[in-house]
């Protein structure tokens, strides 16, 4: 399987344990994406990376989360002293970057989240 | 702020039939509209995506019709089967701002055999 993958698929912690989440983009694609959705709900974009360089940051994202991806090849997300409004998909995308040369190099393919829920 | 916002929440049609869903956007310095089928449990799979300097794309039984005056851009799914049912999300992006999807909504289709 040469998808996006994530783990773990499911969490449950409880409120401030800190919990850590690994995502495995798809092998030649350079940039890594961390969405977080609720449900009902359209994902919503927390931070992007191109090789290991963070690039953007979500106003969404507070000082409890953090998010990594030293090799620029998988990343790993971080949430510090969870909340019950932590709970939700937290889901990883990646894509080709600029200079890849097909018609949309940008676009991105999910992984198939990791569940968090927080009691 | 809501930058792209989908209609109708949810949607039931019947098999064969044609499903409408529907976006409009706010910023105009959006370059990329894709929309994506989200089965429960999984997450969002690329379906169609389209440039603003084209008014249709057609994918199979998919099509995307964009009209950029307006800022509204639609998806058509053209003998609809019950396999189609599924959470539908348009979204957009400005490719030179590192390619940040915002999401509508989503659509919530059930087609009935």
């Known amino acids: 399987d040469t998808g996006v993958s994530q783990d773990p698929r499911h969490k449950i912690t409880k409120r401030g344990q800190n919990v850590t989440f690994r995502c495995d983009p798809i092998?030649?694609?350079?940039?890594l994406y961390w969405y977080r959705q609720t449900l009902g709900q359209g994902p919503e974009f927390l931070t992007y990376f191109q090789n290991e360089a963070q690039l953007e940051k979500s106003r969404l994202l507070s000082d409890r989360f953090s998010a990594e991806r030293p090799k620029g090849s998988f990343s790993t997300l971080e949430i510090q002293r969870t909340e019950q409004g932590d709970s939700a998909m937290y889901l990883c995308a990646s894509s080709h970057g600029p200079g890849w040369g097909a018609e949309f190099y940008n676009e991105q393919f999910f992984g198939p989240g990791t569940r968090l829920t927080v009691l | 702020q809501q930058q792209v916002k989908q209609s109708p929440q949810s949607l039931i049609v019947q098999k064969g039939g044609i499903s409408i869903i529907n976006c409009a956007y706010e910023n105009t310095a959006f370059d990329y509209f894709p929309w994506y089928q989200q089965f429960p449990g999984k997450g969002p799979a690329l379906l169609i995506a389209i440039r603003p300097d084209v008014s249709e794309k057609k994918e199979g039984r998919f099509t995307i019709s964009f009209n950029k005056s307006a800022k509204q851009f639609s998806l058509h799914i053209m003998d609809s089967q019950p396999g189609d049912s599924a959470t539908y999300f348009c979204?957009?992006?400005?490719?030179?701002?590192?390619?940040?999807?915002?999401f509508g909504g989503g659509t919530r289709l059930m087609v009935k055999p």
């Open positions: 092998s030649e694609h350079n940039r």
């Open positions: 979204a957009a992006s400005k490719d030179n701002a590192g390619n940040m999807l915002t």
